[in-house]
């Protein structure tokens, strides 16, 4: 079970850390805001983790505040952003 445990935790930081650097380089505010999803994601895979390793159901509030955070974020993002991704787009415009 440690062994699983650590690997599972290993695999969710590397995962953390690559979104990191994607939400800090992203060409658009679109790849910056999936990679801010996707690692509240992570951060929710994290927290359940630790619940079934603890085997309690504290973290149960946290993990719903999360998922909504996330839900609404990625709602309200996807609303007020125009239809277009396209960079040369965006630089043709300027």
């Known amino acids: 079970m440690t062994v699983v445990l650590w690997i599972t935790l290993g ?14 380089m992203g060409p658009t505010m679109l790849d910056r805001t999936v990679a801010l999803d996707v690692l509240i994601a992570v951060l929710i895979c994290g927290v359940g983790v630790e619940a079934a390793r603890d085997e309690h159901t504290f973290t149960l509030p946290i993990l719903l505040v999360l998922t909504l955070l996330g839900f609404v974020g990625s709602v309200s993002i996807a609303r007020f952003t125009r239809g277009s991704d396209d960079i040369e787009a965006e630089k043709a415009e300027r």
Not at 16 to 24: C, G, I, M, V
């Open 11 to 24: 695999m969710l930081g590397l995962a953390a850390l690559l979104l990191l650097a994607r939400a800090t």
